[in-house]
């Protein structure tokens, strides 16, 4: 079994808190993870162990087990019981493991009534961290979602298909999503051709026949489901007109390529948007990386001027802007370098980098070409 890197930061967080939440996407290994932990589970999507949950309740807050309670929002009952255990023994901590595959935007118990007595920590599908480094092209063809092909190559593109058309059929209209379920597919494919862009409502609502709000209210629901990240734009005190609208990037590049029905990397490698498909696996990688490494920072944002100066990529740490352009090829070029150079003055950062599949890193005067690895590396050994 291959351990998450994920696991050490719920370990800490319980000897400190009287519950967790493990957030993340269907399927991600949630499930897996908790049992790992603890051996009193309780899956609340069926209707047997909610009742067998309520016989039992009396006797399990009183033990000095953890308690797994799965995909709790189909419970929503139990988290008052919660807060009254919890506030009975206040300096007990580590009691109650909580899996959920929403959001805290869609957490409206937590935000209610756990407020000050559980920690968030969120699973992603698998990293490159947690993977082979022979396992890189393959991660970023089909994604980091334990069944679907990174482990198993022949589960590709079958298992996203599937797993796309669950989430539109039921689960995202369980979780209050109001569009049916044709036209949430329609939304997906859609969603598949803005990757990587700037954020256009309108223009997505005109094609679906709704106004630009409804858009907005659905891309909320596939971003509290883990689906899409959206970067905002940074903004920069200088004397250049700059984007101000968000970006968007399909957090799994599995379900992204598996939209667009391309099967191989070969196929992949051909398309017209294979650039924003890598640009946005290296952002996500990024951002996965910080998580798991429990480091604070601001972001993450992107920058673009309208004259065409860019970062892929701002995070703010320790107070100093890192600076990041991602470029899909083996050998980034002195022109390159110059224009991160210059991007990263007008923000005044501190590190640019511009990440690549490079083999040979070159560093220089606070601006250096390497590749992910090589990036990771650095925060780690950030100053």
């Not at 036209?183 to 026949?209: C, D, E, H, P």
């Not at 490494?293 to 860019?310: K, M």
């Amino acid at each position: 079994m291959i351990e998450r890197k994920l696991r050490h930061i719920i370990l800490s967080r319980l000897k400190l808190m009287p519950s967790v939440a493990i957030l993340g996407p269907r399927q991600v290994g949630k499930t897996t993870l908790a049992k790992t932990l603890s051996s009193v589970y309780y899956d609340l999507e069926l209707e047997e162990e909610k009742l067998r949950l309520d016989l039992q309740w009396n006797d399990i807050i009183h033990s000095n087990e953890t308690i797994v309670l799965d995909e709790a929002q189909n419970y929503p009952e139990i988290f008052p019981r919660i807060r009254s255990a919890i506030d009975k023994e206040r300096k007990r901590n580590g009691r109650f493991l909580i899996l959920r595959s929403v959001s805290p935007g869609l957490m409206k118990e937590v935000s209610e009534l756990l407020t000050g007595r559980i920690a968030i920590c969120e699973l992603t599908p698998f990293s490159i961290r947690e993977l082979a480094d022979e396992k890189e092209s393959a991660l970023w063809l089909m994604g980091g979602y334990p069944d679907g092909g990174v482990l198993q190559k022949k589960n590709f593109p079958v298992w996203q298909k599937s797993y796309l058309e669950l989430l539109a059929m039921r689960d995202l209209p369980l979780w209050g999503m109001p569009s049916k379920p044709e036209a949430t597919k329609r939304f997906f494919k859609m969603l598949a051709a803005s990757n990587g862009t700037v954020w256009n409502a309108s223009q997505i609502g005109k094609s679906l026949g709704i106004t630009y709000h409804t858009v907005n209210s659905y891309l909320d629901f596939l971003e509290h489901a883990y689906l899409v990240r959206r970067l905002q734009p940074y903004h920069a005190n200088i004397k250049k007109r700059l984007v101000k609208s968000s970006k968007i990037y399909w957090r799994d590049s599995g379900l992204l390529h598996s939209l667009f029905n391309v099967r191989n990397t070969d196929e992949l490698i051909v398309q017209p948007w294979v650039g924003t498909s890598w640009e946005g696996w290296i952002i996500e990688q990024i951002l996965i990386y910080l998580n798991y490494s429990d480091i604070n920072y601001d972001g993450p944002y992107y920058f673009r001027t309208n004259d065409g100066y860019e970062l892929d990529l701002i995070l703010i740490i320790s107070g100093r802007p890192w600076g990041i352009e991602i470029k899909l090829g083996s050998s980034p070029g002195p022109g390159d370098l110059e224009r991160l150079k210059r991007a990263g003055d007008l923000i005044g950062a501190d590190t640019r980098v511009l990440v690549s599949k490079t083999d040979h890193p070159v560093e220089g005067d606070n601006t250096i070409s390497t590749n992910i690895r090589g990036l990771l590396e650095l925060l780690q050994n950030r100053d």
